[in-house]
């Protein structure tokens, strides 16, 4: 057997289905130009991912294997592999849109073998009683914990009979227009610029999370604490198996650790996966409601810019903007204000996350920007508002994480920064008063809503 692992959201050399296959292969990434073509030239995650495969390319040079690092159209580069005589390709699978559309295309060229790896269950493993997928979570949820077994668990080992298809491989190989060429193996070659986030190993991360998975229910919503996990970008790129993440929590549950909120948030990662699998419109269109938002370019411009004289909402978009992630309780805060504060289109606000977020992935980014307008898969009707001055109150007393990101506000009173009647009439140098009423503008998203209902 001759075949070509496709590596993608597998950036890791352990635990990886892919060298669980034997006979001779070509293992493979391809930074692809469809993707690429819409990012900045300091685009965060071509930095994280370019430094990640690097990785991985010398971890398979340390087994004997190597990978080829591609540039160009997935389906060009495939219909030139195909006539060197591979007998299929075999890749992890991906759920969003494009995604889908490209490994068809891929399949007509050469048989292609999904394998399962992202995510703790496979698409159709969790259905209801009538085969029918669920669109609850809770009931999704018991499902799952009920049908989890040690099987999740089983690491993949590397295959002793792998051999690598030619010799070694070098530098970057640019597919252009039926041309190829080979650059020098630098992110300059991809058209980008080094801007590497700062970011732990996984492993190190893991090393962290022991002291603080007692706290996780508890402290995960402190926007101050560092009580989260911040493993997203390993789980999106798969720099970290998620099997080894849930056997790190088997270990600790035997240690006598509550891990069962943690587990809880990782099946919901499954959860909106499988969502995104069952109905791919929803990357782009509503679940329920005719709700289409107001499009109004001043406040979204206002919005994006962290300008909105709302402290937390600002410091959220500051820290996106400033490091390419944002803590989970405020991204929730920050697109329910996004949708029914400002009753901006939520594809406005999903596509602003997705410009920015280091740990982009598309059915957690669309799914929860879904919950937040009230449109998606989700029991709750289209009434839930948060309100930002109670959250920062609630879960940042002392504005610390406010004062972090927005300088301007170092020296006002914690209290003041949660108070929406001084910040309309505050005078403080350099920070807008806020562009919107809280119950004023909450009060006209209802009404909004009421005359959208089908």
Excluded at 29 to 40: E, M, N, Q, R, S
Excluded at 162 to 186: D, H, I, M, N, W
Excluded at 218 to 247: I, N, P, Q, W, Y
Aim: charged residues 25%; glycine residues 6%; proline residues 4%.
């Amino acid at each position: 057997m001759k075949r070509i692992l496709w590596f993608r959201r597998d950036l890791r050399a352990e635990d990886n289905p892919l060298l669980s296959l034997g006979g001779e292969v070509l293992p493979i990434f391809i930074f692809d130009t469809h993707i690429l073509g819409g990012l900045a030239r300091d685009d965060r995650r071509v930095s994280f991912i370019f430094q990640a495969v690097l990785k991985l390319k010398e971890a398979l040079r340390q087994k004997g294997l190597d990978l080829k690092v591609c540039l160009g159209d997935p389906v060009e580069i495939f219909a030139h592999l195909e006539t060197l005589g591979f007998d299929e390709a075999a890749a992890s699978g991906d759920y969003d849109a494009y995604a889908g559309q490209r490994d068809i295309r891929v399949s007509h060229i050469l048989h292609f073998r999904y394998l399962h790896d992202t995510y703790i269950f496979e698409p159709n493993e969790i259905l209801k009683e009538d085969k029918t997928p669920y669109l609850v979570f809770t009931p999704f949820y018991n499902k799952a914990k009920a049908h989890f077994s040690k099987q999740h668990l089983s690491a993949y080992t590397f295959a002793e009979d792998q051999r690598l298809f030619g010799a070694s491989y070098e530098g970057v190989t640019v597919f252009k227009e039926q041309q190829q060429a080979c650059l020098p193996l630098a992110i300059e070659s991809l058209g980008f610029s080094e801007n590497m986030p700062k970011v732990e190993s996984p492993q190190i991360k893991l090393e962290q999370l022991k002291k603080t998975l007692s706290f996780y229910q508890h402290d995960r919503d402190d926007m101050h604490k560092e009580a989260t996990s911040h493993l997203s970008c390993d789980l999106r790129f798969g720099t970290v198996s998620v099997r080894t993440v849930l056997r790190f929590l088997a270990e600790q549950k035997k240690q006598g650790v509550q891990t069962e909120p943690f587990f809880r948030q990782l099946v919901f990662r499954d959860f909106y996966a499988y969502l995104l699998y069952h109905f791919p419109y929803l990357e782009k269109e509503n679940y329920k409601y005719r709700f289409k938002g107001i499009e109004d370019e001043v406040k979204y411009d206002l919005f994006c810019k962290g300008m909105t004289g709302v402290p937390l909402i600002d410091a959220g978009v500051r820290e996106l903007l400033g490091t390419g992630l944002m803590h989970n309780r405020v991204r929730m805060v920050c697109a329910s204000f996004f949708t029914k504060d400002l009753l901006l289109p939520w594809q406005w606000g999903e596509a602003f996350f997705a410009k920015h977020l280091l740990d982009y992935d598309a059915a957690s980014n669309v799914l929860s920007w879904q919950w937040s307008a009230g449109t998606g898969i989700d029991p709750q009707p289209y009434f839930r508002i948060f309100n930002p001055y109670m959250q920062s109150k609630k879960f940042d007393k002392e504005a610390r994480y406010i004062k972090k990101w927005v300088p301007e506000l170092a020296f006002a009173e914690a209290k003041r920064l949660h108070d929406e009647a001084f910040l309309h009439t505050h005078g403080i140098k350099g920070y807008p008063k806020p562009i919107v009423c809280h119950k004023e503008a909450s009060q006209k998203a209802l009404e909004y809503f009421k005359g959208r209902l089908n």
